[in-house]
């Protein structure tokens, strides 16, 4: 049985500066997504038909691509939008809003009012929050990446900065992404285009680690790439160095892979055994961003097979976590195509999310729901057994 670990977030006072809606999103008869009537009794939310303890998140849309884009900030101003992520998920990433270029624009100011804002709807919604991220190649201002900053300086940057938005939210995040996508695909670490570890070489990696566990010592402390789902060069390289972080007694919880798949390839079929590798080192595992983008065809929408492949893919993926013990959080990417990334990255593919534009629940989204219902009915069944042994 998985350990029930749903800690609801705690928010203390935070100055809140959301321009439109405030409200908790509750489940009211008239909106949200449409979704087929059902006349069971079955739960028909992604969070409520979760096993105990496994929670559910998305990515919730904002900053990023979304700026260059003609709609006004999702989060903020989509009031179905916001709906539809209260009531389904358990967990909630901010896509971008508490990455360095958003949360840290300029030298000595911070921004925290759409993070903050964010924290805020999870606690009304008894959601926990994965914090993203820490310690990356992209989406740094160009105060820092321009500037001219001598080593010690940086260090000094660096520490600063973890302390300040690890620290306004301690006792909130239930997983920080310390580190994103430090090794290349070759399993090489990112020593050109990383300027932490460029400038003050790979050992600060280890810091920061040990930084963010004094600051928040609840919060768990992950490692997340993608083209990490198999064993590969990448994987191994996070499983050396995760192992030599152990050794050393360095404050690493967690391995998550992210998921941004494409039907273009093939599903990476050892993902579970992956993950399993990972969990044997004592690490708990997730998915952190899936997503199943396709190519988008002639005329524009998808086929019933594209779909079903896509509603495959997501149904394996969740099967993969839900077999590991550890893996007990897992993200989609976002919910909607209407806010995706994708097409914005990959010309010529979309369609990557489980509703569409106008919030439909795709084949994909009963693939989740139903996995998840399975699995919760298997826990309760092995529940009542070892409650009638005893
Ligand atoms: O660099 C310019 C910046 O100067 C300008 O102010 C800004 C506003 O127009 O645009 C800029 O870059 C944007 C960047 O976010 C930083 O804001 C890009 O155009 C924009 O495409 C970018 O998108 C985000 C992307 O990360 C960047 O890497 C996406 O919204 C976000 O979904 C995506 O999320 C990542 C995860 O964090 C990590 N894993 C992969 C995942 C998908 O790429």
């Given at each position: 049985?998985?350990?029930?670990?749903?800690?609801?977030?705690?928010?203390?006072?935070?100055?809140?500066?959301?321009?439109?809606?405030?409200?908790?999103?509750?489940?009211?008869?008239?909106?949200?997504?449409?979704?087929?009537?059902?006349?069971?009794?079955?739960?028909?939310?992604?969070?409520?038909?979760?096993?105990?303890?496994?929670?559910?998140?998305?990515?919730?849309?904002?900053?990023?691509?979304?700026?260059?884009?003609?709609?006004?900030?999702p989060?903020?101003?989509?009031?179905?939008?916001?709906k539809?992520?209260?009531?389904?998920?358990?967990?909630?990433?901010?896509?971008?809003?508490?990455?360095?270029?958003?949360?840290?624009?300029?030298?000595?100011?911070?921004?925290?009012?759409?993070?903050?804002?964010?924290?805020?709807?999870?606690?009304?919604?008894?959601?926990?929050?994965?914090?993203?991220?820490?310690?990356?190649?992209?989406?740094?201002?160009?105060?820092?990446?321009?500037?001219?900053?001598?080593?010690?300086?940086?260090?000094?940057?660096?520490?600063?900065?973890?302390?300040?938005?690890?620290?306004?939210?301690?006792?909130?995040?239930?997983?920080?992404?310390?580190?994103?996508?430090?090794?290349?695909?070759?399993?090489?670490?990112?020593?050109?285009?990383?300027?932490?570890?460029?400038?003050?070489?790979?050992?600060?990696?280890?810091?920061?680690?040990?930084?963010?566990?004094?600051?928040?010592?609840?919060?768990?402390?992950?490692?997340?790439?993608?083209?990490?789902?198999?064993?590969?060069?990448?994987?191994?390289?996070?499983?050396?160095?995760?192992?030599?972080?152990?050794?050393?007694?360095?404050?690493?919880?967690?391995?998550?892979?992210q998921?941004?798949?494409?039907?273009?390839?093939?599903?990476?079929?050892?993902l579970?055994?992956?993950?399993?590798?990972?969990?044997?080192?004592g690490?708990?595992?997730?998915?952190?961003?899936?997503?199943?983008?396709?190519?988008?065809?002639?005329?524009?929408?998808?086929?019933?097979?594209?779909?079903?492949?896509?509603?495959?893919?997501?149904?394996?993926?969740?099967?993969?976590?839900?077999a590991?013990?550890?893996?007990?959080s897992?993200?989609?990417?976002?919910?909607?195509?209407?806010?995706?990334?994708?097409?914005?990255?990959?010309?010529?593919?979309?369609?990557?999310?489980?509703?569409?534009?106008?919030?439909?629940?795709?084949?994909?989204?009963?693939?989740?729901?139903?996995?998840?219902?399975?699995?919760?009915r298997?826990?309760?069944?092995?529940?009542?057994?070892?409650?009638?042994?005893?």
């Open positions: 049985m998985r350990s029930i670990r749903f800690a609801t977030v705690a928010l203390a006072t935070t100055a809140l500066t959301l321009p439109l809606m405030t409200g908790t999103a509750t489940a009211g008869p008239a909106g949200g997504e449409k979704a087929a009537p059902h006349s069971h009794a079955a739960p028909d939310r992604l969070r409520s038909a979760a096993p105990e303890g496994f929670v559910v998140g998305t990515a919730v849309a904002g900053g990023g691509h979304h700026l260059e884009q003609d709609y006004p900030d989060f903020t101003y989509d009031r179905e939008y916001r539809i992520l209260g009531r389904q998920f358990s967990s909630v990433s901010p896509e971008n809003q508490m990455k360095w270029d958003y949360i840290h624009p300029e030298r000595d100011r911070y921004d925290f009012a759409q993070a903050d804002a964010i924290v805020e709807f999870a606690k009304r919604n008894k959601q926990v929050v994965r914090g993203h991220t820490l310690l990356w190649h992209s989406q740094n201002p160009a105060w820092l990446e321009e500037g001219d900053f001598s080593k010690e300086e940086l260090r000094t940057i660096l520490r600063e900065h973890v302390t300040t938005v690890v620290g306004r939210y301690a006792g909130k995040i239930q997983q920080w992404d310390v580190a994103n996508e430090i090794f290349d695909d070759q399993g090489d670490l990112r020593t050109r285009d990383n300027i932490w570890i460029r400038e003050l070489g790979p050992g600060i990696v280890a810091d920061v680690f040990r930084w963010v566990h004094e600051i928040d010592p609840k919060a768990k402390l992950f490692f997340n790439d993608y083209n990490v789902e198999s064993v590969n060069a990448k994987s191994d390289a996070y499983y050396a160095l995760i192992q030599d972080l152990l050794a050393q007694g360095v404050p690493v919880h967690g391995f998550s892979v998921g941004h798949l494409s039907t273009r390839y093939g599903f990476p079929d050892d579970e055994d992956n993950l399993r590798r990972f969990d044997a080192l690490l708990e595992t997730a998915v952190t961003e899936l997503d199943v983008r396709m190519d988008v065809p002639e005329g524009g929408a998808p086929t019933k097979a594209q779909e079903r492949q896509q509603a495959d893919y997501y149904r394996r993926t969740l099967e993969a976590c839900l590991v013990e550890g893996c007990d897992f993200t989609i990417w976002g919910f909607t195509d209407k806010y995706s990334w994708v097409p914005v990255f990959f010309e010529g593919e979309g369609f990557a999310n489980v509703m569409t534009d106008d919030f439909d629940r795709k084949p994909a989204f009963y693939a989740l729901r139903d996995t998840l219902r399975e699995a919760a298997k826990d309760d069944c092995k529940k009542s057994h070892k409650h009638r042994k005893g």
